[in-house]
């Protein structure tokens, strides 16, 4: 890791120190202060303010990925989980094939979807790390927000939010500051790599594991559960939270590889060990529109086809007609439509798509109904909206439409119990222990009607359905036809199916790592140019030399 160099509030990322803004405690008791005016030091003055710094921060972290529209939507065209032929936000030029550069020059089409994630994350993280030094040292005076567990709820959830920004920084750019409570936020820590940045993330979401387990957590009064409007939805009590923590360290050690090469070599004991101590249900978060817990790209995406579609590329996969077949046997730039025939019970059934309507609930666009798991809606032909050859299609994804049609609120899975599974699952079968894997794999594949994986210790086994199995997976030399999917095959559909829309950038970070994205889609972005002209370094880049090769399935 590159050593600090002492550049002082230059960077986009720099704040006020926080042992500085604590210091204002300090001040003559005598002097009055404007009240008036928003004052940054006066509000860190306490631990009470500080505290009410630290529940905004998951907010922030949210809508930083939720409620403004950056690399999110970019990143579910470039793996199809998406696609859309639009301008808007770059969804059109990053879904082109064949795939197209990435500029980072000053005045970019892209500059502000590109800028964002970087910008929002990685200030949210200067502030998770202000909050916690400060705390720490109102705690070391003898200070506190009420009791010894109150004060442990709001490091440790500081401590989280510090972890998520930098993860999620270090999950989609090659390189980002190194943040830490330690490190004074008037000094502008150099650029290192994702690598690197997630080390760190690790070891803070270690920190707010540790803090929550340590004696002084259950010292008190007044401190678990977590609130409801610091996550948007359940109290959270001390177990939970714990187990959601190890959830997500589970998906940034597996997500930050860039190559199948890197995902081999992550550590998959460590990540299985955080699996199978992770979430027990769906972390759930709400949208909520008076509230400010935006869902702003779920509710735009759901507007019509023109923003988002489904495309065969993955998901035709389900089909058992030999439809899927043709199309892959078709030049790209001339394939068009068909109907999707499957016992996937994700996807509407029918022999016709006057039937796949009705089955859909078409017209009403009110999401998935409750009590199904149909999170696929064949649109009225009225509905259809032109897009690429090779993205046009029926189908659009229905998950979230609630969202939109309750006026921007109702609940979002935030982090899925299925994602916790296949995270343990993936992690068995990449440590020999297939066995362990099958009946996790089987846990949402059986309740999307197909049949169960029999017990086997190879992940090279055929799934069972025979000309009626799913998935059906694009075949070598020339992937012009398919035949049976292995369990190896099996655990990604499961986890593709029940990720879809959710999380963050969900399907883009497994296809990098699995080897699945199209022949030259890039595979991380470069620091924005606003960050490196903040930094006075003008030496502009662009990440477009390094690139997808041509995938699994010979897109």
Known sequence: MQKIRAVRLWSAIAAVSAAALVAGCNDNPLSVQNTDNPDVPRVYSTPAGVEAIVGKLFQQMWNAQQGNIGLGVQSQVMSFESHSGLANFGMGARASIPRQPVSNSVGNSDQAIIYNDFDELTRNARSAANAVAALKVFVAAGNSTGSPARDARAISFGYFNLGYGLAN?????DSAAIITPEVPSDVVPPLSTSAEVMTVALEMLDSAIAVAESPEATTGTGGWPIPTDWVSG????????????????ARFRAGVARTPAERAAVDWNAVVSDATAGITEDFIVNADNAGGWNATWLNQLAVDATWSQMTPFILGMADTTGAYDSWLATPVDSRSAFLLRTPDLRFPSGE????????????????????????????????DKPAAPWGTWYYDNQRFWGIRFNGGNGPIEAFTLAENDMLAAEGYMRTGR???????????????GL?????????????PGGNACVPRVPQPPNYTSTACGTV?????????LETSFTGYAQWFIDSRGWGDLTEGTIIEWPVPWEELYARQNLALYTTDKVRAAKGTYGF
Do not use: C
């Open 451 to 463: 049949p169960a994986i029999p017990a086997t210790t190879d992940q090279n086994t055929i799934v």
């Open 434 to 448: 297939t066995a362990q894997a099958v009946p996790l794999i089987n846990l949402t594949r059986t309740a999307a």
């Open 488 to 496: 190896w095959e099996a655990m990604k559909w499961e986890k593709r």
């Open 352 to 383: 016709t798509r006057a039937e796949q309507n009705a089955a859909s609930g078409a017209p009403a666009k009110t999401g998935t109904p409750a009590g199904s798991n149909l999170y696929f809606y064949n649109r009225l032909q009225g509905d």
């Open 234 to 249: 359940d109290e959270i009590p001390i177990d939970r939270w714990v187990q959601i923590i190890h959830s997500y360290k």
């Open 169 to 173: 920084v270090a999950l989609l750019y």
